[in-house]
């Protein structure tokens, strides 16, 4: 099956921009969506469709999605985006089509 | 308020069944498409199956075919996750979630709190 590989931590001060990318094979035919998850919390859509934002996510977030690699920026970094980080996509010409990247963690300094 | 809530997880011996189900309120539920993602405990998130807004439409995650049976009931407003012959390694926090479309490949836009379900002797 398809095989997302993600960075396991990113750390970054706060007010600086932080990229989690999103490792796959021609994953720029995808598209890949992103997700926050808290601590005892549920994931939240945050970048969808390679680039677009779901209401009520901050502008600060943003995606792009290209060759092999697919990026998650999270600009002017903030304590409270302090959280895992998932992307996703959906390869129709696999037998198990859904597949998550392994997830980053992304702490803010 | 668009809502989903999980519930019959439980702790369960292996080789066991267990049924979950997911209500969903808040929206026209057989406008989208669902999915059942669980995450063990300390792990990362994986998909488990998804079903289109018709039924028209399945898939299973490699670990799970043979042994779980994704269903919805529309007229209800449900989702339902049957589990035979669970194993240890079965054990996870399941979530619900609902997809921005009608069909499997789209996007999570809101998930349920999860019902946890621990396989053990």
């Known amino acids: 099956s398809y095989v997302l590989t993600q960075p396991p931590s990113v750390s970054v001060a706060p007010g600086q921009t932080a990229r989690i990318t999103c490792g796959g094979n021609n994953i720029g035919s995808k598209s890949v969506h992103w997700y926050q998850q808290k601590p005892g919390q549920a994931p939240v859509l945050v970048v969808y469709?390679?680039?677009d934002r779901p209401s009520g996510i901050p502008e600060r977030f943003s995606g792009s999605n290209s060759g092999n690699t697919a990026t998650l920026t999270i600009s002017r970094v903030e304590a409270g985006d302090e959280a895992d980080y998932y992307c996703q996509v959906w390869d129709s010409s696999s037998d198990h089509p859904l597949v998550f990247g392994g997830g980053t963690k992304l702490t803010v300094l | 308020e668009v809502q989903l809530v999980e519930s019959g997880g439980g702790l369960v011996q292996p080789g066991r069944s267990l049924r979950l189900s997911c209500a969903a309120s808040g929206f026209t539920f057989d406008d989208y498409a669902m999915h059942w993602v669980r995450q063990a405990p300390g792990k990362g998130l994986e998909w488990v199956s998804g079903?289109?807004?018709?039924?028209?439409?399945?898939g299973y995650a490699d670990s799970v075919k043979g042994r779980f049976t994704i269903s919805r009931d529309n007229a209800k407003n449900s989702l339902y996750l049957q589990m035979n012959s669970l194993r240890a390694e079965d054990t996870a926090l399941y979530y619900c979630?609902?997809?921005?479309?009608?069909?499997?490949?789209?996007?999570?836009?809101?998930w349920g709190q999860g019902t946890m379900v621990t396989v053990s002797s």
């Open positions: 979630a609902k997809c921005g479309r009608r069909f499997l490949e789209s996007a999570f836009d809101i």
């Open positions: 469709d390679d680039s």
């Open positions: 079903i289109s807004w018709n039924s028209g439409s399945i």
